[in-house]
């Protein structure tokens, strides 16, 4: 029997405030032509309609240590959510 827990991948986020969290990475994925890296990564809360939260963040590698950072560009969002519509077809 295959245990589906050693499947996730997990990471450790910093918060803002300097707490510790560890999420589940979905996907990391990088466009190609703008060379911008992003990741979608949840802490397995639901909503109200039973349905998990996710979170997107570009991930800034420019000092060294990578660092989340939101997604402003509503260009981007848009490149975003058709990738998040790839990955809820390929469930």
Do not use: C, H
Not at 28 to 57: G, R
Request: hydrophobic share 30%; proline share 1%.
């Amino acid at each position: 029997m295959e245990n589906q827990e050693t499947d996730k991948k997990m990471m450790s986020i910093v918060a803002e405030d300097g707490s510790i969290e560890e999420v589940e990475v979905i996907l990391a994925f990088e466009f190609k032509d703008n060379k911008k890296e992003y990741i979608i990564y949840t802490k397995n809360e639901k909503d109200e309609n039973d349905n998990i939260t996710v979170y997107v963040s570009n991930v800034d590698r420019s000092s060294g240590e990578p660092k989340l950072m939101g997604v402003e560009d509503d260009e981007e969002w848009n490149r975003i959510k058709d990738v998040l519509r790839e990955l809820s077809k390929a469930e």
